[in-house]
């Protein structure tokens, strides 16, 4: 059983910045893909940005060059960095760890078993 948690959210300004950790508890060696999702109200939840085992990241045009998905297999812990943040960011964000079926993993929420509760970031 694979268990995600989620820290770190909160309300910032635009422009302003945040760092979200996820906590991985329990065997993911067939989960080989971590992502990042968010959900505002009344939309779909979106692929933000993904890694494979190797570190290969994918990124949503909206947020390319603004966030940047990481992780610390010592620590068990993902993360996303989020910079020059816009009102448009502000969403659920969600933690997920999924199989990869192509070359780089996947935004799409299909190939994500695991999920996290969430973390609410809000930009004013």
């Known amino acids: 059983h694979v268990q995600l948690v989620e820290s770190g959210g909160g309300s910032v300004q635009a422009g302003g910045s945040l760092r979200l950790s996820c906590s991985v508890y329990g065997d993911t060696s067939n989960s080989a893909c971590m992502a990042w999702f968010r959900e505002a109200p009344g939309k779909e939840r979106e692929g933000v940005a993904a890694i494979d085992s190797d570190g290969t990241a994918a990124y949503a045009d909206s947020v390319q060059g603004r966030f940047a998905i990481s992780k610390d297999n010592a620590r068990n812990t993902l993360y996303l960095q989020m910079n020059s943040l816009k009102s448009e960011d502000t969403a659920m964000y969600y933690c997920?760890?999924?199989?990869?079926?192509?070359?780089?993993?996947?935004?799409?929420?299909?190939?994500?078993?695991?999920w996290g509760q969430g973390t609410q970031v809000t930009v004013s």
């Open positions: 997920a760890a999924g199989v990869r079926l192509t070359s780089v993993c996947s935004l799409s929420r299909g190939v994500y078993r695991y």
